[in-house]
């Protein structure tokens, strides 16, 4: 067992960060689907429609975050989503900057820069709601 700051490198935290990735995975599909629908079909912005991805599978991944991977039961929460939810702003911002660089500067496929980013964002994601939101 290693120690990491405040992080414990146990089996207990490797089920969890293995259980974000699933739950991360499910997002993945909501994001690039919403994204998709609303770049594609419905000519919305790029970034808008990334946006939209992005808040449609934040709001799916916190529930399923909330109670299946960090198994929290906590009453309070309209603060915790909030929490989650201001991590994921910085996320988004992130994100889009991640976006904005490949896609628009280095001319990457938008899709491959999108996804280039939601896996270096993800990383973000574990650790803050890790130690942030989901701590006892």
């Not at 594609?40 to 808008?48: A, P």
């Not at 109670?67 to 039961?73: G, V």
């Not at 939810?85 to 999108?114: C, E, H, P, Q, R």
């Amino acid at each position: 067992m290693m120690t990491l700051a405040a992080i414990e490198l146990n089996n207990t935290f490797l089920f969890k960060f293995l259980k974000f990735g699933v739950v991360g995975f499910s997002g993945l599909i909501v994001d690039f689907g919403v994204t998709y629908l609303c770049k594609e079909k419905l000519k919305i912005h790029k970034y808008i429609s990334s946006s939209l991805g992005f808040i449609v599978a934040t709001t799916t991944n916190y529930t399923l975050n909330r109670y299946w991977t960090f198994n929290n039961h906590d009453a309070a929460s309209i603060t915790q989503f909030g929490k989650f939810f201001v991590i994921s702003l910085v996320g988004l911002f992130l994100s889009n900057t991640l976006i904005y660089l490949l896609n628009d500067k280095l001319k990457w496929n938008f899709y491959v820069a999108k996804a280039c980013a939601i896996v270096i964002i993800s990383l973000w994601n574990f650790f803050a709601n890790y130690l942030y939101t989901f701590s006892s």
